[in-house]
């Protein structure tokens, strides 16, 4: 199973931006979709945004469209989770997921490989 580990998270003001990466081992990252949850204190944990394989197709969660961009870098085996336009409802425990094959991690169910989390969190 590919390993992988969180960074960037902190603390922002409402309206801010941050940028979390994801870095996963193994050479056969390119192998995996991957995707970004995210889990607010006495909440469950819910999908934010998805990737696949190749980068070439993205889904999001209705409360992040337009605000919030995935992307990766297959050469440096990282998945990045730029945030834009914060707001404190978007304080939470952000974790990457992964799951060898096509299907896209649009729920926690699919996925096979979890990170650790960074905490954002959005003071108003």
């Known amino acids: 199973q590919v390993q992988l580990v969180e960074s960037g998270g902190g603390l922002v003001q409402a309206g801010g931006s941050l940028r979390l990466a994801c870095a996963a081992s193994?050479?056969?990252?390119?192998?995996?979709?991957m995707g970004w949850f995210r889990q607010a204190p006495g909440k469950e944990r819910e999908f934010v945004a998805a990737?696949?394989?190749?980068?070439?197709?993205?889904v999001y969660a209705d409360s992040v469209k337009g605000r919030f961009t995935i992307s990766s870098d297959n050469a440096k085996n990282t998945v990045y989770l730029q945030m834009s336009n914060l707001k404190p409802e978007d304080t939470a425990v952000y974790y990457c997921?992964?799951?060898?094959?096509?299907?896209?991690?649009?729920?926690?169910?699919?996925?096979?490989?979890w990170g650790q989390g960074t905490q954002v969190t959005v003071s108003s």
């Open positions: 997921g992964a799951r060898r094959g096509l299907v896209m991690v649009t729920h926690t169910s699919l996925i096979t490989s």
């Open positions: 193994g050479r056969t990252f390119s192998s995996y979709s």
């Open positions: 990737i696949s394989r190749s980068g070439s197709s993205t």
